[in-house]
């Protein structure tokens, strides 16, 4: 395909866009980026803007506009990038958004070393179509835009310290694929979910639920180790929503981090949680 650098003369979100994303990219078909090219199409078809997924530039109409998503090793990225000297392909988690001429049409060039990257790509132009500055639509850029992550763990930690206040949020799962969306637009790369946080020793105890969250979880053959009070149609709905979560994270390019900080399971002097352990 032939690649040549030029801006979007039109500021302005065009009418229809053809969405490229070739099957044969590993990383443009890596799922958590498919994902967020699933949340750019609706942002866009949100605004007004009608989206068409294709494989190649070339089966875009000449007078359509592009937004070519690739990774760093595609053929015409490792051109573009090279001669715009913004990132190497062995960068993790670097990304470009370069206005181009790609096979004779007007593009915008979303690419990125990895899938993480893609996410990140894709999920900036989602909110700049969904919250639009001016008379810039979301796909104006003048300079290339590159961004490379500083830190290499951008970590988010949630606990889940206290039976009534925290079961209502642990279950939504309509707060949570909103919540890991906006994780990751904001670059967060690792979401940490800690259990027995709350306590640094089994002294005083009030709340003891998810403490030592084995039996709050599991039930494993030839253990007797159970949480009393604990209906096991409750335990398996807990275990079914960290299955979700984690789920949603990953499908986000997020990692999941699961943090068991306590591994007591005898309460001590003062305590008085409903939720013991036999």
Same mark, same amino acid.
């Given at each position: 395909s032939a690649l040549a650098y030029g801006s979007i003369a039109d500021a302005q979100a065009p009418n229809e866009v053809s969405l490229i994303l070739n099957p044969a990219d590993d990383v443009a078909a890596a799922a958590p980026a498919l994902?967020?090219? /699933?949340? !750019? =199409? =609706?942002?866009?078809? #949100?605004s007004g *803007? $009608?989206? *068409?997924?294709?494989?190649? &530039?070339? #089966? $875009? &109409?000449l007078g359509e506009f592009c937004v070519v998503v690739c990774g760093a090793r595609a053929p015409f990225a490792a051109i573009a990038m090279k001669t715009a000297n913004v990132i190497a392909p062995e960068d993790p988690e670097s990304l470009v958004l370069l206005s181009a001429k790609i096979a004779g049409r007007q593009a915008l060039l979303v690419c990125a070393s990895d899938a993480r990257g893609l996410v990140y790509a894709l999920l900036e132009l989602a909110d700049r179509a969904r919250h639009p500055m001016g008379s810039r639509g979301p796909f104006w850029v003048g300079l290339p835009v590159v961004e490379r992550p500083a830190n290499e763990v951008r970590s988010v930690m949630r606990q889940f310290t206290s039976e009534p206040l925290d079961k209502p949020w642990f279950y939504d799962r309509e707060m949570w694929p909103q919540y890991l969306t906006m994780l990751a637009a904001e670059r967060f790369n690792r979401f940490h979910m800690a259990f027995g946080f709350g306590y640094d020793s089994l002294q005083q105890v009030t709340d003891s639920y998810l403490l030592f969250a084995y039996p709050f979880l599991l039930d494993v053959p030839g253990s007797e180790v159970r949480a009393t009070? !604990?209906? %096991?149609? %409750? /335990?398996?709905?807990? !275990? #079914?929503t960290l299955r979700f979560i984690s789920e949603q994270t990953a499908a986000r390019g997020i990692d999941f981090e699961l943090g068991l900080w306590m591994h007591g399971y005898r309460l001590g002097d003062g305590s008085h949680a409903r939720d013991r352990k036999s």
């Open positions: 994902w967020a090219a /699933r949340e !750019l =199409q =609706q942002a866009l078809a #949100d *803007t $009608a989206v *068409t997924r294709r494989e190649r &530039p070339e #089966d $875009a &109409p009070n !604990l209906p %096991e149609e %409750e /335990r398996d709905r807990n !275990l #079914d």
